[in-house]
């Protein structure tokens, strides 16, 4: 280049417009790995630091939850078509490839677009001082950026690593004209000037270029021993104590138990819009097909079957130690697949997903700030809808196989609707009997023809402060049980009827969250679940309610840390008809609530520490029962 050595006004005009104007996103960009260069990128918003929850809605935090602000890492089918959030459960981070950052990462006010007229930006006039040199950097050699938003900004102040940006992106540019021989293109006053500033900037030059070469290594060592070119591995580990006083009358205090819960989680792009969400887990929390060994057995508290009760902490499974299609009992820590969820984008605004392991909030987004099973509330009460806990939708063993839709109607305003059946994989009913008129497979058999929902959410946000979700389920069960796992009566859903009588269910619930500042949101549920008995021989009805309401904090004093206050009534049978009981037999009926409190440390990123408790008035709608206390100190592992 130096046989072009000559000095022009217009080569000075260049080196007036690089130091004086330039905002400087040199083409092609270039991303400078350095702290004190790189954006600050402070978003601000009001997030859950729930980097693993399930709700393929809220860690689908992040691509599949729109109206979840909650979720900090989740599988959950949501933000896309770049795919929608799905609230994937706890352990599960979608959505963040192990690559390097790329300039499009910035914020987008921080993003520049090359422009190839100068009548392109907004705030540059012709009698701008470096007008002319401005519009022969743009027009003649294409190296300038602008704004999104139309602009130049030429009065902004600028690093000199920016400058030596620049004068990389011309140089390159001119080196390639000068390649295709169209060297009329270049004068050579301008090739004078820029080698003349190459060499006062050849410092910076050498350490951008520097920079960019570990860069380059770093992914290249990064892509040898990544895990796979498809596939990323997260997980959560929660070891928790868990202490519980009172319970039913005459019974003692049960012992302090220790639990734990493991989960790891494969999340696979073939395309890089669709995804396969893979699950695997093992508990040791017991229970079976009566409750024996649970905590809520141990307090009389469980229904004679299936162990459900109000006592349950929100990372225990709905039947724990039992395969509930079968009746199969499940060993403490023993393997099993929780998730098989694959999700795609079909059209602009269309995702479909299916699963023969799912479950209805991998769906539908919590809304509330509370759920989170590993990193927020420490109840099953406090997390989600009961709605969405419906017909097993919540089991936490991948109950149901399933199929669906989101629909995104608005950046504000989805819709989303599923069919999920339990027993999908078996050909036929067994004629055994576990207990009179309840079959070994007691939820029935076939993809259309045993027990199944469909179930359907719309998701809204009038306002960037509030989050509403409404819900609609309608179910059939071939046993006469709601499948929430939340009360006690929750089996015998039809109190004084035959635990074999099949049942039809119609639920609506709806479900808010008003953020009042960054760190503070007022969040609640209501609900209701009416109920028929779906034999022609049995004319029998009742309706159960539930509310809850409470306050959520963020960084509480610390950042990263939050806690919560919440009461509210669990589910209570608040009517019946026909033949059904409104007080089950021996029980003295009284209103049950629930109050609950838990604050969660964050010690670091993948460690956190929740101690909290919750206090049960008038368990299970029983006022012979006294009032029960749960106390929980949960610890939980993120990777």
Request: hydrophobic share 40%; net charge neutral; with cysteine.
């Amino acid at each position: 280049m130096a046989k072009y050595l000559l000095v022009s006004a217009r080569g000075m005009g260049f080196l007036c417009l690089i130091a004086g104007l330039s905002p400087v996103q040199a083409l092609p960009s270039l991303e400078i790995a350095d702290k004190n260069v790189a954006v600050n990128q402070d978003y601000g918003s009001y997030q859950k630091n729930d980097s693993h929850q399930s709700n393929l809605v809220n860690n689908i935090s992040s691509k599949l939850l729109i109206a979840n602000e909650s979720q900090k890492n989740l599988p959950s089918v949501n933000e896309q078509q770049k795919i929608p959030d799905l609230g994937v459960d706890s352990a599960v981070n979608f959505w963040q490839p192990i690559i390097p950052q790329s300039a499009s990462s910035f914020p987008t006010s921080y993003q520049l677009a090359q422009v190839t007229s100068v009548s392109q930006l907004s705030d540059v006039q012709p009698t701008d001082w470096a007008f002319q040199a401005l519009q022969s950097l743009v027009e003649r050699y294409g190296c300038i950026a602008g704004y999104p938003n139309q602009t130049y900004r030429g009065n902004r102040a600028m690093t000199r690593y920016e400058f030596a940006a620049g004068l990389n992106a011309c140089l390159e540019r001119i080196n390639q004209l000068i390649a295709t021989a169209t060297a009329d293109l270049v004068k050579k006053e301008d090739l004078a000037t820029l080698q003349k500033l190459q060499e006062q900037f050849a410092a910076e030059l050498a350490t951008l270029r520097g920079r960019v070469d570990a860069v380059e290594a770093r992914t290249a060592e990064l892509q040898a021993n990544q895990f796979s070119t498809t596939t990323k591995l997260n997980g959560e580990v929660i070891i928790a104590g868990v202490g519980a006083s009172g319970g039913a009358p005459n019974n003692s205090d049960s012992n302090i138990i220790l639990v734990n819960r493991v989960r790891l989680n494969l999340t696979t792009s073939f395309t890089g819009k669709d995804l396969l969400i893979t699950g695997l887990q093992a508990y040791n929390f017991l229970g079976g097909a009566n409750g024996q060994g649970s905590l809520q057995e141990s307090l009389g508290l469980a229904a004679p079957l299936l162990s459900a009760s109000s006592a349950r902490t929100s990372f225990e499974p709905q039947f724990p130690g039992l395969n509930v299609n079968t009746l199969s009992s499940v060993g403490a820590n023993s393997v099993q697949l929780y998730k098989l969820l694959y999700i795609f984008p079909v059209a602009n605004k269309l995702t479909l997903f299916a699963g023969t392991a799912a479950e209805t909030s991998d769906a539908f987004p919590a809304i509330t700030p509370f759920y989170g099973e590993g990193q927020e509330s420490i109840s099953r009460f406090a997390g989600l809808n009961p709605v969405l806990r419906v017909s097993g939708g919540t089991s936490g063993t991948g109950l149901a196989s399933a199929a669906g839709f989101i629909f995104n109607i608005s950046p504000n305003l989805d819709l989303r609707a599923l069919y999920g059946s339990v027993n999908a994989n078996l050909p036929q009913k067994s004629s055994s009997e576990a207990v009179p008129g309840v079959s070994t497979t007691p939820l029935g058999a076939g993809l259309f023809s045993g027990s199944s929902i469909i179930a359907t959410q719309l998701t809204f946000k009038p306002s960037p402060d509030l989050d509403i979700g409404l819900n609609y389920a309608h179910s059939y069960h071939e046993i006469n049980i709601l499948a929430t796992g939340l009360v006690s009566s929750d089996i015998g859903a039809l109190a004084g009827v035959g635990a074999g009588t099949p049942i039809t269910l119609n639920s609506v619930g709806g479900t808010v969250t008003w953020r009042l500042s960054p760190k503070i949101a007022l969040s609640g549920y209501g609900a209701a679940i009416f109920v028929d008995a779906s034999s022609n021989s049995v004319n029998a009805s009742t309706t159960f309610t539930s509310w809850m309401a409470g306050v959520h904090f963020k960084d509480l004093f610390k950042p990263g840390n939050t806690a919560g206050i919440l009461f509210g009534q669990p589910l209570y049978r608040t009517d019946a008809g026909g033949s059904a009981q409104l007080t089950p037999t021996g029980d003295n009926r009284a209103t049950p609530y629930h109050l609950e409190a838990y604050y969660r440390f964050q010690v670091s990123d993948n460690i956190s520490i929740t101690p909290g408790a919750f206090i049960l008035f008038n368990p299970e709608g029983n006022s012979n029962n006294e009032t029960t206390t749960v106390g929980v100190l949960r610890t939980t592992f993120t990777f």
